[in-house]
T-cell receptor, first 115, second 109 residues
């Protein structure tokens, strides 16, 4: 299995531009999480989906952030317009929601820099 | 107060020392995860626990459900163990995963 795949690995953009981050979860995993990691705040949950349905988006910082999961194998996190304070590493993770014995798998993250 | 608290925040030790990292949580959980992140690296899962104790090589993880506490131990620590160790809990009755802020471990040669 290829694991959780995120793209791009790095993104540098100017303030005001739209940014789209992509995630492909592990096949068969039905929960998907988007996290943001900064030095100051550590890992923060932004939103998570169960069976492609958004369950909890209370961590999404502002209306500038939106996430979609159109099918079981793809999710996007969009920031529009981007701001310098959005600079962080964004991780996607997936897990099999049923049962307690499924480990959590992370993608390699997207390092976003907004100038 | 955070729902998942880790201690210490930072730890520096000499190679060979026995290391303990603690995690306390305040919510009902169905599972607890210990994760490792090397500098500039991705996050990998070390353990997933719902009770008792697990061992993998020099790493040991324990959990006390009644006390809502888990520990991660590293025996015979090595510089390559230097990383951030993160405790995460999966809330009972839901699938939300809540993270601690991590413990930054530095093992000196």
């Amino acid at each position: 299995d290829a694991g959780v795949i995120q793209s791009p690995r790095h993104e540098v953009t100017e303030m005001g531009q739209e940014v789209t981050l992509r995630c492909k979860p592990i096949s068969g995993h039905n929960s998907l999480f988007w996290y943001r990691q900064t030095m100051m705040r550590g890992l923060e949950l932004l939103i998570y989906f169960n069976n492609n349905v958004p369950i909890d988006d209370s961590g999404m910082p502002e209306d500038r952030f939106s996430a979609k999961m159109p099918n079981a194998s793809f999710s996007t996190l969009k920031i529009q317009p981007s701001e310098p304070r959005d600079s962080a590493v964004y991780f996607c993770a997936s897990i099999r929601a049923t049962g307690n014995n499924s480990p959590l798998h992370f993608g390699n993250g997207t390092r976003l820099t907004v100038t | 107060k955070n729902e998942v608290e880790q201690s210490p925040q930072n730890l520096t030790a000499q190679e060979g020392e026995f290391i303990t990292i603690n995690c306390s949580y305040s919510v009902g959980i169905s599972a607890l995860h210990w994760l490792q992140q090397h500098p500039g690296g991705g996050i990998v899962s070390l353990f997933m626990l719902s009770s008792g104790k697990k061992k993998h090589g020099r790493l040991i993880a324990t959990i006390n459900i009644q006390e809502k506490h888990s520990s991660l131990h590293i025996t015979a620590s090595h510089p390559r163990d230097s990383a951030v160790y993160i405790c995460a809990v999966r809330s009972r009755g839901g699938d939300k995963i809540i993270f601690g802020k991590g413990t930054r471990l530095h093992i000196l040669p």
